[in-house]
């Protein structure tokens, strides 16, 4: 397992580890036990909402950009834990690997669920931007059809002929 995914779960005053004179037990007075309260997602939450969610005062907001400030390095390299083996991934594993590639292709065409892929999320990360569901999908359809009109035109360059 992913050392950085285990940061994910870890109780919040081992981010004191980090930094010797981090005043955590504070926080887990309020009800912020794991490192997993602080995030949505692969995401820091907002101060503003970790304050209406464990009634923080101002004050900790010095506290909050410096665990932030601790989290983020690690955060790119933390995955969010899967619940169920996405479908894809059991499409492949059923196949014993035959055409990965093309079965990831006609997963991500035909499946279309209301969360992303392993596949998306990495892209995402290359990237450095997000992209909504909807732009991801609008995007493949797209795709599809411009490789099967790459397709005929080599077919029919390749009986007709022509270059």
Sequence with gaps: MNPHSLLREAPLVT?????????????????????????EGN???PFP????????????????FRVKNILLPHMK???KPLEDPPLLLTQILSSKLRKPLSMCYNALLNGQSREKTS?????EDELGHQIPLSRWYEAMTNTKRASKSLSLWEA????????
């Design 156 to 163: 029919y360059c390749k009986i007709c002929g022509g270059t």
């Design 119 to 123: 596949y998306m999320l990495q892209w």
């Design 77 to 79: 390299k933390m995955r």
């Design 15 to 39: 981010l004191a580890t980090f930094s010797p004179d981090l005043p955590m037990t504070g926080w887990a007075t309020k009800g912020m036990h794991k490192v997993l309260d602080l995030l």
């Design 43 to 45: 995401m820091i939450k």
């Design 49 to 64: 909402d970790l304050q209406r969610q464990y009634l923080l005062l101002q004050r900790d907001m010095f506290l909050y």
